[in-house]
């Protein structure tokens, strides 16, 4: 079974600063890592995944994302927020065998403030 | 647009009744999922079909069951409600391995009064 931890529920962030948003996951066997954003009213969309290779996750509207296996980690991070970025951010993984549900973190509130 | 329909939009309906959730997936994927999203449970895989045959199941209550059908779209039905069933129902789909990615839809979203 999988489980995936995300610690920090609302993260506030002034526009044009960078942001991190943390994920850690647990795992008995090796994983795929996700991350999804929900904008307001909106279902999921990928924002970025890691299935193998480089650590170094680069995704759509300027966000990346780096896998340590180490640290059972996969961090979420952007340079640079705008206020559009204003959204609920989830982490997931699947298993790279067995069952292919994506389990979810509990999700992340990022709100830019202008 | 992620090319996944959800039908409907909305629904308000009373504890004890049954409904009904649509979900076309993007043309030519054969992996179709539905998950659940409250406030209390966060997002919850209840079931996964693939090619008509269900693939793998999770935390879907035995009120609730699902099919899909020969042109592949879905069906998630809701039975003897209960206000807790109250949520974000979303359909995800998918090509063919764990590796692609899994699209999702709008989501229905089900009140139960």
């Known amino acids: 079974a999988q489980s995936v931890t995300q610690l920090d529920s609302q993260v506030p962030v002034f526009e044009e600063a960078p942001v991190e948003l943390r994920c850690n996951y647990s795992s008995s066997v090796s994983v795929y890592l996700f991350w999804y954003v929900q904008y307001p009213n909106q279902g999921l969309q990928l924002l970025l995944k890691y299935l193998s290779g480089s650590t170094l996750v680069k995704g759509i509207n300027g966000f990346e994302a780096e896998f340590n296996k180490s640290q059972t980690s996969f961090h979420l991070r952007k340079p640079s927020v705008h206020i559009s970025d204003t959204a609920e951010y989830f982490c997931?993984?699947?298993?790279?065998?067995?069952?292919?549900?994506?389990?979810f973190g509990t999700g992340t509130r990022l709100t830019i403030i202008p | 647009d992620s090319g996944v329909t959800q039908t409907p939009k909305h629904l308000i309906t009373a504890t004890g009744q049954r409904v009904t959730l649509r979900c076309s997936p993007r043309s030519g994927d054969l992996s179709v999922y539905w998950y659940q999203q409250s406030l209390d449970q966060g997002l919850q895989f209840l079931i996964q079909y693939y090619n008509g045959e269900e693939r793998a199941k999770g935390n879907i209550l035995e009120r609730f069951s699902a099919q899909q059908f020969p042109d592949l779209h879905s069906e998630l039905n809701l039975s003897s409600l209960e206000l807790g069933d109250s949520a974000l129902y979303f359909c995800a789909s998918s090509s063919k391995s764990r590796t692609d990615t899994q699209y999702f839809g709008p989501g229905t979203r089900l009140t139960v009064l």
């Open positions: 997931a993984v699947i298993s790279i065998f067995g069952n292919e549900k994506l389990t």
